[in-house]
């Protein structure tokens, strides 16, 4: 089964600065996208990527895709600290199911 | 307009007990699915309804969890004899389309905030 792999980060940084992180996944897809779970949210669509595309912005939110090495990064510029979250990516296979990595813990200091 | 929602959003439940787990859709969305969310872990898939059929349920861990959606619109999760291991968040997540032409399409999926299920 595809599976989005965060690399296995607890990030903690201070407003203002960027965070990274990294995410792979194992077969051929047709689109990835990362989410964004907090206790006050839930779980929240951030942006979906598709296999022909490299790179795709949203407001603060950057996100790459490299199919030959089937890895995919967010980068979020500029951070609040509402932006403290749980970071996944995700992979559709099956009858549209979403497979979901671990996920990256991201805390922003103010 | 109004998301999914889920309810309860917290239910605990002694061993052994039955549980049933609601969830509404955002209203048209023709796919609904079911995920299990284990502490400090991602969403894992359980199952797929597209509008009153189940179509998946591959995920599912055992014969003592069933879901239903009977008019296509709202669904239930029931966990029959729950153990401790069934403990999890469980999410809800919806999406407008379906499968089209034999072929699924891949849709932004949007989820509720969860039932967190604790079994003593």
């Known amino acids: 089964s595809q599976q989005g792999e965060e690399d296995p980060q607890a990030l903690s940084i201070q407003e203002g600065e960027n965070a990274t992180m990294n995410c792979s996944y194992k077969?051929?897809?047709?689109?990835l996208q990362w989410y964004r779970q907090n206790s006050g949210r839930g779980l929240v669509h951030l942006i979906l990527?598709?296999?022909?595309?490299r790179e795709k912005h949203s407001g603060r939110l950057r996100v790459t895709l490299d199919t030959s090495k089937k890895s995919s990064s967010l980068l979020i510029t500029a951070s609040r600290a509402a932006d403290t979250a749980s970071y996944f990516c995700?992979?559709?296979?099956?009858?549209?199911?979403?497979?979901f990595g671990k996920g990256n813990q991201v805390v922003v200091i103010p | 307009g109004a998301g999914v929602s889920q309810s309860p959003r917290y239910k605990v439940a002694k061993r052994g007990q039955d549980v049933a787990l609601r969830c509404d859709p955002i209203?048209?969305?023709?796919?609904l699915f079911w995920y299990q969310q284990a502490l400090g872990q991602g969403p894992e898939f359980l199952t797929y309804?597209?509008?009153?059929?189940?179509?998946?349920k591959s995920g599912l861990p055992s014969d003592r969890f069933f879901a239903e959606r009977p008019e296509g619109s709202v669904s239930t999760l029931k966990i029959q004899r729950t153990q401790q291991e069934d403990s999890a968040v469980y999410l809800c997540?919806?999406?407008?389309?379906?499968?089209?032409?034999?072929?699924?399409?891949?849709?932004?999926?949007?989820f509720g905030p969860g039932t967190r299920l604790t079994v003593l």
């Open positions: 209203s048209g969305h023709v796919s």
């Open positions: 309804f597209q509008n009153e059929a189940q179509l998946d």
């Open positions: 995700a992979t559709h296979y099956g009858n549209n199911r979403l497979a």
């Open positions: 990527i598709r296999s022909n595309e």
């Open positions: 077969t051929s897809i047709n689109n």
């Open positions: 997540a919806s999406s407008s389309q379906g499968l089209a032409g034999g072929w699924v399409r891949e849709d932004t999926q949007y």
